[in-house]
């Protein structure tokens, strides 16, 4: 789901693509979804995650939804059911970047 180790840039926003449009809602991959958002939590920038529409989806995107407001986070979040609208809405300035 996730490198293990990844290096984050502290004086610029992340961007993270999340597609689990056909990922599992598993507590496997619950836990690891956890372990992301702990260790990105001293960061800020923009999380797209893509899921297939369905019903489950609705499921999923309460628990990242609700997972990401529990962590304090510092993200900006937006779900999206097509990968090509989610990085083009990456993509986009975010609002601490400078001019």
Known sequence: ????????????????????????????????????????????????VVLRPSVISHTIRFFVENLLKRSGSTFERRIFFARNVAIEWLLEKHPREGA
């Open 1 to 48: 789901m996730i490198a293990a180790e990844t290096t984050y840039f502290t004086d610029r926003p992340v961007r993270l693509l999340i597609d689990i449009g056909t990922l599992p809602l598993t507590p496997y991959n619950r836990k690891r979804s956890e372990e992301v958002v702990q260790r990105t939590s001293h960061l800020y920038g923009k999380t797209a």
